[in-house]
């Protein structure tokens, strides 16, 4: 996103549409998983109520479940909706995949951005 390599989003949990640790994307991610997320209270929150709950284990995917302060690759339109509806997590710009701006504007992003290298549980006292 921010011109050079995408960084890795996280690996604990293991993120990315391809499970690779990174917000890479293609032709079969039709959610696009390309924004890096730094999960809020409000954010998993607002997902669950939209129908995307993803705080809950499911083991049958090996998906363990997400807590305030976990690094994941959420899908631009999720986030986007997250926005609108005032509830948006931070945003690591480094992991973020440029694709993204096919659907949010960089402004939108940068509203919300963070450098985090002091750790996410900074923001989220």
């Known amino acids: 996103m921010l011109g050079g390599t995408l960084e890795i989003c996280g690996t604990e949990p293991l993120t990315g549409f391809f499970r690779d640790g990174c917000c890479?994307?293609?032709?079969?991610?039709?959610?696009s998983h390309t924004i890096c997320a730094i999960v809020t209270p409000e954010f998993l929150s607002h997902q669950r109520s939209i129908g995307n709950d993803?705080?809950?284990?499911?083991?049958?995917?090996?998906?363990?479940?997400?807590?305030?302060?976990?690094?994941?690759?959420?899908?631009?339109?999720?986030?986007?909706?997250?926005?609108?509806?005032?509830?948006?997590?931070?945003?690591v710009l480094a992991a973020t995949n440029q694709r993204v701006l096919d659907l949010v504007a960089l402004e939108v992003l940068l509203e919300h951005a963070i450098d985090g290298p002091?750790?996410?549980e900074t923001f989220l006292t």
């Open 118 to 120: 002091e750790g996410p």
């Open 54 to 91: 993803l705080s809950t284990p499911n083991p049958y995917f090996g998906f363990v479940g997400l807590v305030p302060g976990d690094r994941w690759c959420v899908t631009a339109h999720n986030w986007l909706r997250a926005h609108h509806e005032g509830a948006a997590a931070y945003v």
């Open 24 to 31: 890479a994307t293609g032709p079969e991610d039709l959610g």
